[in-house]
């Protein structure tokens, strides 16, 4: 029952993040949230992984590449999606980036030699199909061009760490990885940003959540995920991310979908069934 239950307590983890990041950024600028959220979270993997004295010497070769995937998955994912949370409503930006499974089975079978059964391409075919329904069609070029550049660092950090990083411990991998997102967050905070930030009771409950919850329980799962059943079907849990980011959404922040919203919900829903599923 694991394998099936970890793509639904992934979902969970990451829907959830984004609802805190629209209550945490009335209070902050985007990327400055996202480096201080990622430094953080960095931090505290390290002295986890150190306190439970699990050696670095089994990521010793591969720390470059965990870098370079933390880069893509954490540092331009998150940046940019949050950029364009500060216009767009927390589930049309999680309808988009259900895109991501979708592009990463895509390009797995080209790139990586995975391989899908009938049944799961229609579990693609229905969560492409899910997305298609909720998609924010009305968000202007720049939202949409953040949202392009999210879902292109989640899928290509996803394939990278597939290819270059197989087999690595979740922990330290989750340390070093989130050391690359922060360094990313960081330059681009510093490029593209006059960070500011007020103090407040909802950023410090978003911070707290969205750090320790889904930085480092969240891509801890993600990790094992890739690692153990490969990047298509790792990515297969952003299929429910939509239905319980708009749950989420919904009840914390009074977020209301339309009725083909809804329906497009309960497709990708059933696509990462399908996905997951075996004889």
């Known amino acids: 029952m694991l394998p099936a239950t970890l793509p639904f307590v992934f979902a ?5 993040s984004y609802t805190a990041a629209k209550v945490g950024l009335v209070d902050i600028t985007p990327y400055a949230f996202v480096a201080i959220r990622l430094t953080l979270a960095a931090a505290a993997a390290t002295v986890m992984v150190l306190a439970l004295k699990r050696p670095w010497k089994a990521i010793e070769q591969r720390w470059p590449h965990l870098l370079v995937g933390g880069a893509l998955v954490h540092g331009l994912a998150l940046a940019t999606a949050h950029k364009a949370l ?7 930006t999680a309808l988009v980036h259900a895109f991501h499974p979708v592009l990463t ?7 990586v030699g995975e391989r899908f059964s009938w049944w799961q391409w229609v579990g693609v075919g229905l969560g492409l199909a899910g997305v298609v329904l909720g998609v924010p069609h009305n968000a202007d ?3 949409i061009a953040l ?4 879902l292109l660092g989640i899928s290509g950090g996803t394939l990278y760490l597939k290819r270059f990083s197989p087999d690595v411990p979740p922990f330290e991998a989750t340390a070093v990885q989130l050391t690359g997102g922060a360094l990313t967050a960081i330059v ?3 490029l593209f940003e006059t960070p500011h930030a007020h103090f407040s009771a909802g950023l410090a409950a978003a911070m707290i959540w969205n750090v320790l919850f889904m ?8 990790t094992v995920m890739i690692a153990r059943y490969g990047a298509a079907k790792a990515a297969s849990g952003f299929f429910v991310v939509p239905g319980v980011s708009a749950l989420i959404a919904w009840a914390l922040l009074d977020e209301h979908l339309s009725t083909l919203a809804l329906i497009g919900l309960a497709a990708a829903t059933v696509g990462v069934v399908l996905v997951w599923w075996k004889r």
């Open 188 to 190: 681009l905070t510093a």
């Open 86 to 92: 500060v216009s767009v409503a927390a589930t049309p």
């Open 141 to 143: 070029s720049g939202i």
């Open 12 to 16: 969970i983890l990451w829907a959830s």
């Open 105 to 111: 089975a895509a390009l797995g079978v080209i790139l």
């Open 147 to 150: 949202l392009v550049l999210s």
């Open 215 to 222: 930085s480092i329980g969240g891509m801890a799962i993600y």
